[in-house]
Nanobody, 127 residues
Framework: QLQASGGGLVQAGESLRLSCVASGRAFSVYNMGWFRQAPGKEREFVSVISGSGGTTFTTNSVKGRFTISRDNAKNTLYLQMNNLKPEDTAVYYC??????????????????????WGQGTLVTVSS
C-alpha cells in the first residue's frame, strides 16, 4: 500500500515536497516512480529511482527543478519540487516499478510498467 501526501496550493516559484509512504513490503527491493496527471491529460512520467536510490531519471520538463529521493529506513519516497510553474498543476502519483531495472527509457516512462499506485496528491500552482 502506498500513501502519497504533501500536495497543496502554492504560487509560481515556490516549492513543495511530496512524500509517499509504503507499507507491507520490502520497500528497498522496489524501484519507485512518480507520475502526474493534469486535468484532461494522460498520466505523465515524472521521475524514477532505483531501489538503492543510486540511480535516478527525470523527465526533461522538470529536470533541474524536481528531485526524486528515498529513505529506505523510513519506507518513504520523496519528490522535491522547486520553482514550481502553473503547468506543474496536476495530481501526483507514486508507484512501484515492476521491471528489474530502470535503464530502459521506454519502459520506465510507461505507466503500464508500474504495478502498485498510491491514491495521488493534488498540486496546484497559481500564477
Amino acid at each position: 500500500q502506498l500513501q502519497a501526501s504533501g500536495g497543496g496550493l502554492v504560487q509560481a516559484g515556490e516549492s513543495l515536497r511530496l512524500s509517499c509512504v509504503a507499507s507491507g513490503r520490502a520497500f528497498s527491493v522496489y524501484n519507485m516512480g512518480w507520475f502526474r496527471q493534469a486535468p484532461g491529460k494522460e498520466r505523465e512520467f515524472v521521475s524514477v529511482i532505483s531501489g538503492s536510490g543510486g540511480t535516478t531519471f527525470t523527465t526533461n520538463s522538470v529536470k533541474g527543478r524536481f528531485t526524486i529521493s528515498r529513505d529506505n529506513a523510513k519506507n518513504t519516497l520523496y519528490l522535491q519540487m522547486n520553482n514550481l510553474k502553473p503547468e506543474d498543476t496536476a495530481v501526483y502519483y507514486c508507484a512501484t516499478y515492476r521491471e528489474g531495472n530502470i535503464l530502459a527509457k521506454r519502459n520506465r516512462e510507461d505507466a503500464k510498467k508500474y504495478e502498485y499506485w498510491g491514491q495521488g496528491t493534488l498540486v496546484t500552482v497559481s500564477s
